[in-house]
């Protein structure tokens, strides 16, 4: 079963628009922290965000903050003020921590944003 | 701002060869792992590795692939006799603690041919 879902596969944004890419995720696990990455073309993974699911407010930074609905298993990342340097491929990522995998990350199959000058 | 290295950039192969990815994670991680990304797809994890010995690996880490912690500061990947499919973006992370967030290194490119 999918822990993590992505749903779209590619989106644009207008250059200074807000963007938001959609996550949900699948656990039973009551501890467990979600991140974001973004992956340039040169492919390095760069940490975006943090959520841990005891968090009572939803996780923000700089230009990035995370949509963090727990009933509903989502956690969309929110880019606004959109720039040409955010065109990238965004992956939605999950750690269990009292699973007995709780060392792994659960990757989403990612969306590839473009922001249109 | 520390981060975590891995060499070479990228390396090609030849199907059969054996080759060796190397890592220097941050230096007060306590934790390292090696994941794979397919070209066009997710990012799979293989193994994490902690006290010097594997910690979980998942079923893509079976008997062609082993790693180790030669020194205090490398982490390395080898691969024993490397297949077309081992083709992929090979991604090195660390992290201070176990519940911690990772510092992934910037990938090598393995291609074999």
Known sequence: AQKITQTQPGMFVQEKEAVTLDCTYDTSDPSYG???????????????????????????????????????????????????????????????????????????????????? | EPEVTQTPSHQVTQMGQEVILRCVPISNHLYFYWYRQILGQKVEFLVSFYNNEISEKSEIFDDQFSVERPDGSNFTLKIRSTKLEDSAMYFCASSPGQLQGYTFGSGTRLTVV
């Open chain 1, 34 to 117: 979600l991140f974001w990455y973004k992956q340039p073309s040169s492919g390095e993974m760069i940490f975006l965000i943090y959520q841990g699911s005891y968090d009572q407010q939803n996780a923000t930074e700089g230009r990035y903050s995370l949509n963090f609905q727990k009933a509903r298993k989502s956690a969309n990342l929110v880019i606004s003020a959109s720039q040409l340097g955010d065109s990238a491929m965004y992956f939605c990522a999950m750690r269990d921590y009292q699973s007995n995998t709780g060392n792994q990350f659960y990757f989403g199959t990612g969306t590839s944003l473009t922001v249109i000058p």
